[in-house]
Nanobody, 115 residues
Framework: QVQLVESGGGVVQAGGSLRLSCAAS????????MYWFRQAPGIPRDLVAL???????QYTDPVKDRFTISRDNAKNTVYLQMNSLKPEDTAVYYC?????????WGQGTQVTVSS
């Protein structure tokens, strides 16, 4: 059983930055993909970014050029660097792990961007 624990959320002003971390109890190198999702109130959970085992990445359009996903296999940790934050980025951010779809989820961390 893999446990994922997110951290790094908080309140930040528009234009600011945050770095989210997702620490896994197991070896993330065993997963093809690591994901970051987010969910705002009343809106379905959406994919923000993913990183494959070969290091290739994908981003949803609203965060391209502002967010960067990375993974440190030695530390079993995935990161999401978020720059130039906007109020519409406010959401609970979830880390997930899996091979071709998310199989394990973290509990989420709240990110609030004030205008």
């Amino acid at each position: 059983q893999v446990q994922l624990v997110e951290s790094g959320g908080g309140v930040v002003q528009a234009g600011g930055s945050l770095r989210l971390s997702c620490a896994a109890s197991g070896r993330i190198v065993s997963f093809n993909r690591m994901y970051w999702f987010r969910q705002a109130p009343g809106i379905p959970r959406d994919l923000v970014a993913l990183i494959n085992s070969d290091g290739s990445t994908q981003y949803t359009d609203p965060v391209k050029d502002r967010f960067t996903i990375s993974r440190d296999n030695a530390k079993n940790t995935v990161y999401l660097q978020m720059n130039s934050l906007k109020p519409e980025d406010t959401a609970v951010y979830y880390c997930a792990a899996g091979n071709f779809a998310p199989s394990y989820w973290g509990q989420g961390t709240q990110v609030t961007v004030s205008s």
